[in-house]
């Protein structure tokens, strides 16, 4: 199931720590508002750092998902 899916890259980031909020204003030439991308820098308790992007479906009416890095 596509929740199962959602739900395995979610646990992923259990345990770690939101330590920033993270901005790219990197011109998106597919976006029509030109909206920077928003996330989440996570530490986690391995002292990894992983950011959550979070994102909008294609034509930017959203609901919408994330990518962990």
């Not at 959602?6 to 646990?11: A, D, E, G, N, V």
């Not at 991308?37 to 308790?45: A, D, H, W």
Request: net charge negative.
């Amino acid at each position: 199931m596509a929740n199962d899916y959602w739900q395995r890259k979610l646990s992923q980031l259990v345990d770690g720590k939101i330590i920033s909020v993270i901005v790219d204003k990197t011109v998106n030439e597919f976006s029509a508002t030109n909206e920077p991308f928003i996330g989440l820098r996570i530490e986690m308790p391995d002292g990894k750092i992983k950011d959550m992007w979070l994102l909008s479906d294609e034509e930017g009416n959203a609901p919408g998902r994330f990518i962990i890095v």
